[in-house]
DNA sequence: ACTTGATATATAACTTGTTATGTAAATGCA
DNA sequence: TGCATTTACATAACAAGTTATATATCAAGT
């Protein structure tokens, strides 16, 4: 049976690019587990802010993150359950909270960083270098890379080589 | 605020396209809601898959789609029951489901193909052409774009162009 | 100071994706 | 024929996004 979401092209660009999205969050914490972390992919956007900004509101992680203020409430509660991060009220404005990494999650983002951020960021800029085209020709290389080999062996193969 | 996950670049890939696959679908559902259609974007595929092959199983679907088999399955009761298809068996192998527009499905589908996917084809279309450049710089031009003008409103104003 | 309105976050309910697993039917081999 | 395996779909539980709405606090005007 052919791919009728590929086929049906922009008409149906949104399907399209949620299927690629999970495929590449699914790969990705595959990975991260792999190598000992068991952070969704999802979060990593959420404790890459704090990291870059120290202390943020939940409405400052609204726009670094993109998504809606349920849901980075929701991300900040289950970081906060694994003691990646801190939230405490902030004293000047007091409807505010203000979330910082605990010591332990400073300590996984530096792992993070060195363990599965760098080689992740390497191998998905492998998987899309040297495409070019139309952004459905480049969605379709996507695709068929990740057929070829998945994003989490791409990202181990990565590591190896550099490794060995 | 910057936009962090945009800043991450291919190390957030999955959470940029699920960001943006969000907003288009979100964008479409409310185009076809404001045209009387009260199916959500993301089914489209499934009616479009049935209107070009006939009769398929969930697992033709699921191939189709490139979903999971259980999203699948959860789709098409949803389209049962609002009455757009009709879910049999397949008697030669009673594991299989037959899976058909129903006359109401061919109804909708043939208004949609008229009042809706047309216009949001064109509104994607129109949103993404003339792009070129790495799949980031592509990235960033459609969120750009969508800021500039919703693709609800694209579509909307494409439609009065026409119909003018 | 009080009241009114705006802002920041929390909560509830829903949608739609997933994985893991259960069940019924078909297939294949002794 | 009968049993084991495989296949097709259903179901349950979970994840992560959404909208709509409730609550608490701040800000402003009288």
Redesign the interface.
Known sequence: ??????Q???????????????R??AD?TRFGEGVGFDVP??Q??VL??LD??GA?SVG?LV?????SQPGVTRSLTLLAEKGLIEIERNERDRRQKAVVLSSEGRNIVERSKRDV?RH??TA??GL?AG??G??LD?LDA?EAGLDEMSLDRRALEKRECQCG
């Open positions: 049976m052919e791919d009728v979401v590929r049906l092209g922009y008409l149906c660009l949104g399907s399209r690019l949620k299927r690629i999205a999970e590449l969050q990705v992919a999802g990593y956007p890459a802010a870059r900004h943020l400052d726009q670094a993150l993109g998504v951020w992740v960021e998905v800029t899309c495409l070019s139309s952004l480049q996507i």
